[in-house]
């Protein structure tokens, strides 16, 4: 599966963006989809995934009030609608998937990964 992740850009404190993360090459249904973020000089961070064989939903303490993830089959596709945007949210996210069954939040745990698409938030 190809991944392709877009919706990234400059927004102000408390605004909302929506990333998405479209795929190519096979269906996202069998796999698990995560979104994780990277700032310079760290190491890449879980946000969110989505799994729709186990019909789960997982988030960082941090964006569970404000983030959500979801999928759209006929798109092919699984978004990441942000919302109250923080400066700390500021980072390069990156979408991930995996054909294991379960959530998880280690990278390592992600096999096929997009580029990464910019969102910056200015206070």
């Known amino acids: 599966v190809q991944l392709q992740a877009s919706g990234g850009g400059l927004v102000q404190a408390g605004g909302s963006l929506r990333l998405s993360c479209a795929a190519s090459?096979?269906?996202?249904?069998?796999?698990?989809v995560g979104w994780f973020r990277q700032t310079p000089g760290k190491d890449r961070e879980f946000v969110a995934a989505?799994?729709?064989?186990?019909?789960?939903?997982d988030y960082i303490d941090s964006v569970k009030d404000r983030f959500t993830i979801s999928r759209d089959n006929a798109k092919n596709t699984v978004w990441l609608q942000m919302n109250g945007l923080k400066p700390e949210d500021t980072a390069a996210y990156y979408c991930?998937?995996?054909?294991?069954?379960?959530?998880?939040?280690?990278?390592?745990?992600?096999?096929?990964w997009g580029q990464g698409t910019q969102v910056t938030v200015s206070s």
């Open positions: 991930g998937a995996d054909l294991r069954l379960g959530i998880y939040r280690a990278q390592e745990s992600y096999a096929y």
């Open positions: 989505i799994s729709w064989r186990v019909g789960k939903t």
């Open positions: 090459g096979r269906t996202l249904n069998s796999y698990t």
